[in-house]
């Protein structure tokens, strides 16, 4: 089993930046790849960026050039830096896992991740 709390949602104002971190826990080898989804109104959940155990990293082309990702291993954090905020990037943000050494490029289908944190909300105003 795998743990997952995010934390560092908050409301700002676009053009703003956000960082968000997910503290994991519980089998190592079930959260290798480490996933950024969001879930904004009136959308499916979108995977933003994704990181696996080596480092390896990917961010989705709808946040590319204002979102980064990265990831702590000695401190089993995951973290996600967001730049230049804008108000479509409302939602909730969640972490999720899964075993896999390599989570892909640009695209992550949320029914690959058996894991998942309770979310923690990002709001942007105009």
């Known amino acids: 089993q795998v743990q997952l709390v995010e934390s560092g949602g908050a409301s700002v104002h676009a053009g703003e930046s956000l960082s968000l971190s997910c503290a994991a826990s519980?089998?190592?080898?079930?959260?290798?790849?480490l996933v950024w989804f969001r879930q904004t109104p009136g959308k499916k959940r979108e995977g933003v960026a994704a990181i696996d155990v080596d480092g390896r990293n990917s961010v989705a082309p709808v946040v590319k050039g204002r979102f980064a990702i990265s990831r702590d291993n000695t401190r089993d954090m995951v973290f996600l830096d967001m730049n230049n905020l804008r108000p479509e990037d409302t939602g909730t943000y969640y972490c999720a896992a899964n075993s896999w050494q390599r989570c892909g490029d640009n695209y992550w289908p949320p029914g690959n991740f058996p894991f998942w944190g309770q979310g923690t909300q990002v709001t942007v105003s105009s």
């Open positions: 519980g089998d190592t080898a079930s959260r290798r790849c």
